[in-house]
């Protein structure tokens, strides 16, 4: 389950933390506990990215929807 503090990082916080996250695994060199700790914080974080990701998704089809509804009400205005 994620944090009240993870949801409240920005996209760019949680991708640069998860970026640290994944270089520190990557580099090794940490006991196996470390180790998983590391990766279960790296999928709260890759969750707060996606949410975030998401939500700019919707928006982005929000917008787009909106646009494509008045060019079709302006055609349909210049159609009469």
Do not use: H, N, P
């Amino acid at each position: 389950m994620t944090s009240k503090v993870d949801e409240a990082l920005s996209y760019e916080q949680a991708r640069d933390e998860l970026i640290e996250v994944v270089r520190r695994l990557e580099a090794g060199g940490t006991t196996l506990e470390e180790s998983l700790a590391l990766w279960e914080r790296g999928e709260e974080l890759a969750k707060v990215c996606r949410r975030w990701l998401e939500g700019a998704r919707a928006r982005l089809d929000a917008a787009l929807a909106e646009e494509e509804a008045e060019e079709a009400a302006q055609a349909e205005g210049e159609g009469e």
